[in-house]
């Protein structure tokens, strides 16, 4: 335990110097290191929400922020990043559920395709005098007339 705590503090100050540097890559990186040794590593928090704002990854900036919120409600810095960032998190996190909806009905359109496929390939193996056509979503059977010579 204290070798977390003192591991997540060293962590956290060197991603303050790449911070000053201005390395942000580094300070995302760092920052993620600190806050996996202790969670409740505050500074660790809103450095991680620093560099991601820094590098335009607004939703896990947001995310860092709530995380860092949940653990002290009532800090400065993160309210005022919080404050800041808002509208762009927001933005983020609504083209992110437009992006899955899209993706859930691609998927559900392509199952249903699979799905009519193997529908007509059984019926059309099991049943072979039978020929369905499909109008819309809907399917018509009807009976070929076989000629035994």
Avoid at 31 to 38: G, I, L, P, R
Avoid at 104 to 119: G, H, L, Y
Avoid at 134 to 145: D, L, N
């Amino acid at each position: 335990k204290e070798l977390d705590d003192l591991s997540s503090i060293i962590c956290s100050n060197c991603a303050l110097a790449h911070m000053c540097l201005k390395n942000w890559g580094y300070v995302r990186d760092e920052s993620k290191k600190a806050v996996d040794f202790d969670e409740k590593n505050i500074k660790a928090w809103y450095r991680l929400a620093k560099a991601h704002q820094m590098l335009k990854n607004w939703e896990e900036a947001g995310d860092a922020i709530d995380s860092g919120l949940e653990i002290e409600k009532n800090n400065k810095e993160l309210l005022v990043l919080q404050k800041k960032l808002g509208g762009n998190v927001r933005k983020a996190r609504l083209v992110r559920q437009q992006r899955d909806r899209a993706r859930a009905e691609r998927t559900s359109s392509i199952k249903e395709v699979w799905r009519s496929v193997a529908f007509v390939y059984f019926f059309s193996n099991v049943f072979p005098f039978l020929s369905c056509v499909r109008f819309g979503s809907f399917y018509q059977y009807s009976f070929s007339a076989w000629r035994i010579r």
